[in-house]
């Protein structure tokens, strides 16, 4: 199911990942219910058991770019964050340079600045040209992002809404 989400700008559209997005999640923009909840259904389970065999791919970071998407999405429910962009849509002609590495690890140091976990590996902020990628840094990239989505997804099914009935067992 591709649910329908209202995104901060409040136009209609499918949460399907075509290419370069932003996610404005800015003091003027208004976060909907969907904006949050509708990318919990679109979170792909991380690779967080990278061996110095398994060869990384186009796949593999696209799958941490859409994972840093809905933990965004999930941190701007407790907290206004800046625009980012996230790039989902690279195939095997789309080759990723170390300003793109940058930019995917800068916005994951943003998205921990709320809540660090204990487990939290330090992000490399400083991508340079022909600089080696081995399996660890893709362990990194994977682990960071599910450890501030499992905190912040129990955090946010856990707030009461304006309007919800909370029924408990009290005799009246």
């Known amino acids: ?21 932003e996610y404005d999640l800015s003091e003027e923009g ?17 690779k967080l058991d990278w061996l110095s065999t398994d060869y990384y791919n186009f796949e593999d970071l696209n799958r ?10 999930l941190v701007g429910y407790f907290i206004g964050l800046p625009s ?3 790039v989902t849509n690279r195939n095997m002609k789309y080759i990723d340079f170390s300003d793109s590495l940058n ?6 140091e943003i998205l921990s600045r709320r809540y660090k976990p204990i487990e939290w590996r330090q992000n490399k ?3 340079k040209p022909n600089d080696p990628f081995s399996y660890l840094d893709a362990r990194r990239l994977e682990l960071n992002m599910d450890l501030l989505y499992r905190h912040y997804k129990g955090n946010a099914e856990a707030i009461p809404y304006c309007g919800v009935f909370n029924c408990g067992e009290e005799v009246i």
Do not use: C
């Open 30 to 46: 208004q976060l909907f219910w969907a904006d949050w909840l509708g990318p919990l259904y679109e979170w792909i389970p991380p």
């Open 125 to 127: 902020l400083d991508w």
């Open 84 to 86: 980012f962009e996230f």
């Open 64 to 73: 941490v770019e859409n994972n840093t998407e809905i933990v965004a999405s």
């Open 103 to 108: 930019r995917l690890e800068t916005n994951q």
């Open 1 to 21: 199911m591709n649910p329908t989400w209202k995104s901060t700008t409040g136009s209609e559209g499918s949460h399907g990942y075509d290419g370069v997005k």
